[in-house]
């Protein structure tokens, strides 16, 4: 474990403590005491942890701090960029913002498209603090000379991988040229595996730490992983419909793959009764944002969703989340059930496979290290057999052992490197995180 085990040793501000006091969180969670002090020491920082871990705090906290530390004389543009891959996520962050500091005097803004642009107008004309955009809609303000990118201080990336999947890493790269007079930076992300995050990462930080972050025993293993199987797309409804009447079932996330199946699926639970709301990637803001509200005010318990829609999405209280089609990939499955068991809060992961998914299915349980147990349903059971799958698993565990040596080579080299740099009065951390941890 790390020596900060409460948020008084970290000291911050009261107006932060005490907001924080008010969310009753007792304990800093593995990445917020991990990079909170590295930040605030004024260090470019590269930080994963998996979803649901307190990533936002852990970047919004110093991010607040420093404003409090240095306040500003009068009124300007933004000092603190947060650039977010989704407006549900850039709304969510502003959320948690505005929350923290509600004892200050700190003001916050959200720059995303699917708002009228002149909506925006106020932004500009009003002192700002701490801007949350996605990229689109502010680089078009910054060519246009709208926004002004001259006081950033500090710019942060929220889910730099869902970043780079959608495409993004142009626009970040010009952003981050346009707020080159900045400070420090900061990257987050649920995984920092992949040659790409790094290159990234290379391009846009200064010599940065990197900081991933292994969740405690508290944080980790909420959440129970269940697979039904299916003979067929009928069966899988059937199965879905029998789940999602069970009493446990409180509030459930349906994935599924295709923007097309969102609609049918929405329609069939209709004819059976279920009310819900959905999210897909071609919803106007409005209307996505009314589906988040109605899914957190519990004016409905289900929300079906593909995963461009729901990527970032927090609402709490989710007891489970279905995967009706398996995630391409199983990055996008660790994402998806991350949407249940937000912050120690048990929660379900059912995944409903028929044969073609098997394959996949064996994927994902090496990926997250864990034996997802089938069950069954008396009156539903599969009429097909188990697939065989021929002997592929051992030497791909074996692929991954060698990666992970290769990796962790590559690590150390790394570490010499930056601590070969001259890093002039940036104090040089003594050990590295991995090491405080033991
Ligand atoms: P991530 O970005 O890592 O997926 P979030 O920042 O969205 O996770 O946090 C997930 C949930 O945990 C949020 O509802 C947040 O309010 C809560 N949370 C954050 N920090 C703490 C903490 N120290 N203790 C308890 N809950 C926390
Ligand atoms: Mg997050």
Same mark, same amino acid.
């Given at each position: 474990?790390?020596?900060?085990?409460?948020?008084?040793?970290? @000291?911050?501000?009261?107006?932060?403590?005490?907001?924080?006091? *008010?969310?009753?969180?007792?304990?800093?969670?593995?990445?917020?005491?991990?990079?909170?002090?590295?930040?605030?020491? =004024?260090?470019?920082?590269?930080?994963?942890?998996p979803t649901g871990? =307190?990533?936002?705090?852990?970047?919004?906290?110093?991010?607040?701090?420093?404003?409090?530390?240095?306040?500003?004389?009068?009124?300007?543009?933004?000092?603190?960029?947060?650039?977010?891959?989704?407006?549900?996520?850039?709304? !969510?962050?502003?959320? !948690?913002?505005? !929350?923290? /500091?509600?004892?200050?005097?700190?003001?916050?803004? /959200?720059?995303?498209?699917? +708002?009228?642009?002149?909506?925006?107008?106020?932004?500009?004309?009003?002192?700002?603090?701490?801007?949350?955009? /996605?990229?689109?809609?502010?680089?078009?303000?910054?060519?246009?000379?709208?926004?002004?990118?001259?006081?950033? #201080?500090?710019?942060?990336?929220?889910?730099? @991988?869902?970043?780079?999947?959608?495409?993004?890493?142009?626009?970040?790269? /010009?952003?981050?040229? #346009?707020?080159?007079?900045?400070?420090?930076?900061?990257?987050?992300?649920a995984?920092?595996?992949?040659?790409?995050?790094?290159?990234?990462?290379?391009?846009?930080?200064?010599?940065?730490?990197?900081?991933?972050?292994?969740?405690?025993?508290?944080?980790?293993?909420k959440i129970q992983q269940f697979y039904y199987r299916a003979d067929n797309l009928e069966h899988k409804l059937a199965l879905l419909l029998k789940l999602l009447?069970q009493?446990e079932c409180?509030k459930a996330v349906i994935f599924v793959r295709k923007r097309e199946r969102v609609?049918e699926l929405a329609?069939k639970l209709?004819?059976? =009764?279920i009310?819900s709301?959905y999210l897909e990637?071609?919803? +106007?803001?409005?209307?996505?944002?009314?589906?988040?509200?109605?899914l !957190?005010?519990?004016?409905?318990n289900v929300l079906i969703a593909t995963d461009v829609a729901a990527r970032g999405l927090?609402i709490?209280?989710i007891t489970h989340v279905f995967n009706f089609d398996l995630p391409r990939t199983a990055d996008i499955y660790l994402h998806r059930i991350g949407r249940t068991a937000r912050? =120690?809060?048990?929660g379900t992961a059912i995944s409903l496979v028929e044969a073609h998914d098997y394959e996949l299915l064996k994927k994902i349980e090496r990926y997250v290290?864990e034996a997802i147990k089938m069950r069954t349903i008396? *009156?539903l059971?599969p009429?097909?057999?188990v697939p065989?799958?021929?002997?592929?698993?051992?030497?791909?565990?074996?692929?991954?052992?060698?990666?992970? #040596?290769?990796?962790?080579?590559?690590?150390?080299?790394?570490?010499?490197?930056?601590?070969?740099?001259?890093?002039?009065?940036?104090?040089?951390?003594?050990?590295?995180?991995? *090491?405080?941890?033991?």
């Amino acid at each position: 474990m790390t020596d900060i085990t409460d948020f008084l040793s970290l @000291d911050l501000d009261e107006s932060l403590l005490k907001a924080i006091e *008010e969310k009753n969180f007792k304990h800093p969670t593995t990445i917020q005491a991990l990079t909170i002090p590295a930040a605030l020491d =004024g260090r470019d920082i590269m930080g994963s942890a998996p979803t649901g871990t =307190g990533k936002t705090l852990a970047f919004l906290i110093p991010a607040i701090q420093h404003l409090l530390d240095f306040p500003r004389r009068k009124p300007g543009p933004p000092r603190i960029l947060i650039l977010a891959p989704t407006r549900e996520l850039a709304m !969510q962050i502003a959320d !948690q913002a505005l !929350q923290i /500091t509600q004892y200050t005097d700190l003001s916050i803004a /959200t720059i995303t498209g699917g +708002v009228a642009y002149m909506n925006h107008a106020e932004v500009f004309s009003k002192n700002q603090d701490i801007v949350i955009a /996605t990229t689109g809609r502010l680089l078009q303000y910054i060519k246009e000379e709208n926004f002004d990118c001259r006081a950033v #201080e500090m710019l942060i990336l929220d889910e730099a @991988d869902r970043m780079l999947d959608m495409g993004f890493a142009q626009d970040v790269e /010009t952003i981050s040229a #346009e707020t080159r007079w900045r400070k420090q930076t900061l990257l987050f992300s649920a995984t920092l595996e992949g040659q790409d995050v790094h290159d990234f990462a290379k391009r846009i930080l200064n010599d940065p730490i990197e900081i991933d972050a292994e969740p405690s025993r508290r944080e980790r293993k909420k959440i129970q992983q269940f697979y039904y199987r299916a003979d067929n797309l009928e069966h899988k409804l059937a199965l879905l419909l029998k789940l999602l009447s069970q009493d446990e079932c409180q509030k459930a996330v349906i994935f599924v793959r295709k923007r097309e199946r969102v609609h049918e699926l929405a329609s069939k639970l209709h004819e059976a =009764g279920i009310r819900s709301c959905y999210l897909e990637g071609e919803m +106007v803001q409005a209307k996505r944002n009314e589906a988040i509200k109605r899914l !957190q005010n519990n004016r409905v318990n289900v929300l079906i969703a593909t995963d461009v829609a729901a990527r970032g999405l927090d609402i709490d209280d989710i007891t489970h989340v279905f995967n009706f089609d398996l995630p391409r990939t199983a990055d996008i499955y660790l994402h998806r059930i991350g949407r249940t068991a937000r912050a =120690g809060k048990k929660g379900t992961a059912i995944s409903l496979v028929e044969a073609h998914d098997y394959e996949l299915l064996k994927k994902i349980e090496r990926y997250v290290h864990e034996a997802i147990k089938m069950r069954t349903i008396d *009156e539903l059971k599969p009429k097909s057999k188990v697939p065989s799958l021929t002997g592929k698993k051992k030497p791909s565990t074996k692929a991954k052992a060698k990666l992970k #040596e290769k990796k962790a080579e590559k690590k150390k080299s790394k570490v010499r490197h930056r601590d070969s740099k001259n890093i002039g009065k940036r104090r040089k951390p003594s050990q590295s995180p991995q *090491e405080q941890l033991k």
